[in-house]
């Protein structure tokens, strides 16, 4: 999956790229050029996708929130694209960094727009499947608050103990997007740009967009996958 991703990075842009994972004794495909490999710790937690909510609210998340961190901390440059990666990339991301803003981004898609009210496509908060980070200190401290409070919210999955009697009905789904949003939002000073969702197609979103740059959807790298009918080619 991976390399499927990092492979149509690489056709259509020289951008020197950084792989994290806890395995790095299994990466294969180490001979792209201005390639490296960051080490993660291991996540002892192992949850499938099909377990669904189960899966969407778990610790198995620790070890994105820790891909997120530790290549910011550690990359040299000044500016990280973070990207996961179940993606394909259709257009070089270089284009849109900039010196404007902190952290661009898109909003997450709406995944039940039949149902909405308002036929909205895209929500309010941000989706951390594509990032772009300038580092600076304030950045720096979303980083690190961001992984604060994930590990606060993988704590609450057990003890319960961030339960608001004033809001009994306050989302607090244990994973990386949702700590992130929440340390987003401690910060008014973060100057934060808002990416056209081109560069972020999810599902509610294949036949919407007619010019995507990106593409953010499981098993892409698959043959015959359910997207296939509508990827641009």
């Known amino acids: 999956m991976a390399k499927f991703s990092i492979e149509s990075l690489r056709k259509v842009s020289n951008l020197p790229i950084a792989f994290a994972t806890s395995q790095p004794d299994k990466i294969t495909h180490n001979k792209i050029d201005d390639f490296r490999v960051i080490k993660i710790e291991k996540n002892p937690?192992?949850?499938?996708?099909?377990?669904?909510?189960?899966?969407?609210?778990?610790?198995?998340?620790r070890s994105k929130i820790l891909a997120l961190r530790d290549c910011f901390l550690k990359t040299p440059k000044k500016t990280l694209i973070f990207v996961d990666a179940d993606t394909k990339f259709l257009a070089d991301p270089s284009e849109i960094v900039s010196d404007f803003y902190d952290i661009a981004a898109c909003r997450e898609n709406c995944y039940y727009q039949d149902e909405d009210v308002f036929g909205r496509c895209v929500n309010f908060y941000i989706n951390t499947g594509f990032?772009?980070?300038?580092?600076?200190?304030?950045?720096?401290?979303?980083?690190?608050?961001?992984?604060?409070?994930?590990?606060?919210?993988?704590?609450?999955?057990?003890?319960?103990?961030?339960?608001?009697?004033?809001?009994?009905?306050?989302?607090?789904?244990?994973?990386?997007?949702?700590?992130?949003?929440?340390?987003l939002s401690k910060d008014y000073s973060l100057k934060t740009f808002i990416l056209s969702n081109e560069w972020n197609v999810r599902q509610p979103l294949l036949k919407i967009v007619e010019n995507p740059k990106m593409y953010h959807l499981p098993d892409l790298h698959k043959k015959n996958n359910p997207w296939e009918p509508f990827l641009v080619k």
Do not use: M
């Open 131 to 183: 990032l772009i980070l300038n580092k600076n200190e304030k950045t720096i401290n979303l980083i690190n608050e961001a992984f604060s409070i994930y590990e606060n919210l993988e704590k609450n999955l057990t003890t319960n103990e961030l339960f608001n009697p004033k809001r009994p009905n306050e989302n607090l789904t244990c994973n990386d997007q949702r700590a992130f949003n929440i340390a």
């Open 45 to 61: 937690h192992d949850i499938p996708r099909a377990a669904g909510k189960l899966y969407q609210s778990s610790a198995v998340w």
